[in-house]
């Protein structure tokens, strides 16, 4: 492989970890509106908690994080080359 050939792949690399980022961001509203339903309806009598869809949140919004931190070791390598 040469050097174009990996910053090729290391570009596609960022593009896909982009798009991934764009789908965490994009999750994160939906389970907030869940959320805020689901503690309307309040149905800790049958073993469901809101506190499942907090933990969901804080999830995809590490993951986005880490995703973020991904792209940017992906892009200093890039630089490097």
């Known amino acids: 492989m040469t050097i174009s050939e990996l910053a ?13 980022a764009a789908y965490t961001a994009a999750a994160t509203g939906p389970l907030e509106e869940a959320k805020a339903v689901l503690l309307g309806a309040r149905r800790v009598e049958d073993g469901w908690y809101p ?31």
Not at 54 to 75: F, K, M, S, T
């Open 8 to 20: 090729d792949a290391l570009r596609g690399i960022c593009d896909a970890l982009d798009r991934t």
């Open 51 to 81: 506190a499942d869809l907090d933990l969901a949140i804080a999830e995809v919004g590490r993951a986005g994080e880490l995703v973020a931190r991904g792209r940017q070791a992906v892009i200093d390598y890039l630089t490097r080359l």
